[in-house]
Each structure stands twice: as C-alpha cells, then as structure tokens.
C-alpha cells in the first residue's frame, strides 16, 4: 500500500475514538495509516471514553492549541450509590451508600445548580501537573494530593434518562472541564455518592454538524486504496477555523506573509486574531493586527490542494 509524503497530509480528521484505546494510542494508529506523518490529538479522552477525538496533521498541529479551548459535548452515564478512587468505573470502589428515593424532578433541580460558571475541584487521577508531575502519577505512588480547584463553565446540563442506580446526562461545556468530577460532586450533592460509568463525547466545536470516521473504517479504507484515499476525511485549516476572522490576501501581501513579514491590514479590520489565506484560499498563517497591520504568530506552511472555506 501507498503511503503519502507527510508534507501532503494537512488538516483534521475527526475520529470516533473507541473504548479501550487512549487517545494517543488512537493517534499512533492513526498516524501509521498517514505515512507516519506530524501529528497531535486537542484534548484527550480516556480509555473508557468514546466518540470525537480531533485528530491534527501537518500544518493543523500548529491549530492544536485552539481546538483544545473549544467547547465540547458529552453523553454521561453516572452510576449513583458508589464512590471510585478515581471517580469512574476504572477505579476501585471505596465507598458505597444506599440509594435514597429520587424523584426525576430531584435529579433536575440539582443538575441544574452545575449550570453555568462555577468551581470545580478536579478528579486526584488526572494529568493536571502539580510540581512538574501528573496528579495520578503522585497519586498511584500514594503521595497526598490536594487537586486544584478551578472555575469551568457549563452552558447546557440536562437529564435524559433516569433508571435505577444510573442516570444519563448530556452536557456542553467548556475547556477544562471534568465530567469525572460532575459524577462525584452529584452524588455528593444528592447524599448518595456516585462516579462516572460511561462517557461518549458528541461533538467538539466547530465540528458540531461533521461526521466521525472509526478505526474500522479507516483500515478498511486503507486495505482497499491506500494511505492516500483516507485524505477525503481531513478538514481543511480554513474549515477547522471557520469560526474565526479570516482575511484573503493579495499575491504581493501573500508573499510578504510566507516570508515572515508584517502586511498592513483592511482598514475595517478589528484589532483581533486572524486566519491569513492566499487568494486561492490556501493557509499562509495566524496573524493580530496590531496598529493596523497583521502580525504573524504562527506561520502555516501550504500544501497542493489546500481547499478553502
């Protein structure tokens, strides 16, 4: 089989992480099937979590950083009545309590006072670093960890399914965010302890509306045509960015912008972060203007057939 020159690969690929991998596992079998190209993941999801994994190659490792500030969405089941070491169905079981009456509309109430902005202490096993290491690193030495508290925020929160010990939630949220630490801080709330027993993200903006491509798939694919056919899955930069400012260039700017230097912007332009194109569409860089001229932060260099928005 075939497999494309890294410099031709660029763009995201959504990938419908399964159970049992992680997300750098996933990449790396990901990155074989691509020639072994540049690549990095925007936020991971745990083994025993499934759905959207943003998936960067080539160029789009250097939009990395921003799709993992983007908001995301997230089917959970949470298990009532058990408290885990590490707030999910991984963990040992350290606590268990009898299940109290729980009406729906109980549920409800106290879901909704997670709504918002709020405070959150994140999970002990996590890979938040405290003095230079991950906090489950320290906690699996048994060293004393005292998890940050951090504000997050959740712009939606709702109940769909209420049966027995388990209740199934769906939630957007923001980056940063714990669903682990949801689980927990509900069924402290309700009385009755609780941790996360199966979590399957949606989507992760700006791919609210794309589809996911599996593994399975994507080995298919590649025993039938080769590295080079699973190309038609990558997003191009300027889509993965269609949320974002962009500004098309004329050759003369375009050519200033590929050589590291500073373009003066359209007079209308706000003094924001831009998506810098060529006039055929392709990526030539993340620029701000900065008294009225675009200031490069991060060079993109083009590649045949970049496709514009």
Not at 269 to 293: H, M, N, Q, W
């Amino acid at each position: 089989m075939d497999h494309p020159h890294a410099v031709a690969v660029q763009g995201v690929l959504l990938l419908d992480k399964p159970l049992g991998l992680s997300s750098s596992q996933a990449l790396q079998r990901v990155r074989r099937l691509l020639g072994g190209v540049k690549g990095g993941h925007t936020g991971a999801l745990d083994p025993l979590a499934s759905g959207m994994l943003p998936l960067c190659f080539g160029e789009a490792t250097k939009i990395a950083g921003i799709l993992l500030e983007s908001r995301k969405c997230y089917r959970a089941v949470v298990r009532l009545g058990q408290t885990t070491r590490t707030d999910d169905a991984e963990g040992e079981i350290v606590c268990e309590r009898p299940l109290p009456a729980l009406a729906a509309a109980e549920i409800d109430a106290v879901l909704a006072g997670f709504m918002g902005r709020i405070r959150q202490v994140a999970p002990v096993y996590s890979a938040l670093k405290q003095q230079g290491q991950p906090l489950y690193r320290r906690a699996r030495r048994g060293e004393s960890v005292q998890a940050p508290e951090r504000e997050v925020e959740v712009f939606d929160l709702r109940r769909i399914a209420l049966a027995g010990h388990l209740v199934t939630i769906e939630l957007e949220c923001g980056a940063g965010f714990y669903v682990r630490a949801l689980a927990r801080d509900l069924g402290e709330r309700l009385g009755c302890g609780a941790h996360l027993a199966a979590l399957r993200r949606l989507w992760v903006a700006p791919f609210q509306n794309r589809p996911m491509v599996t593994l399975e798939a994507l080995n298919a694919q590649y025993a039938q045509a080769g590295g080079s056919a699973l190309h038609e899955h990558l997003v191009p930069i300027p889509q993965a960015l269609a949320h974002w400012p962009q500004c098309r260039l004329e050759a003369a700017d375009s050519d200033a912008i590929a050589h590291g230097r500073s373009v003066a912007a359209p007079q209308a332009a706000a003094e924001s972060t831009y998506l810098l194109l060529d006039a055929l569409g392709a990526p030539l860089a993340l620029a701000r203007v900065e008294a009225g001229r675009f200031r490069i932060l991060r060079g993109l260099r083009s590649t045949a057939g970049a496709t514009a928005c």
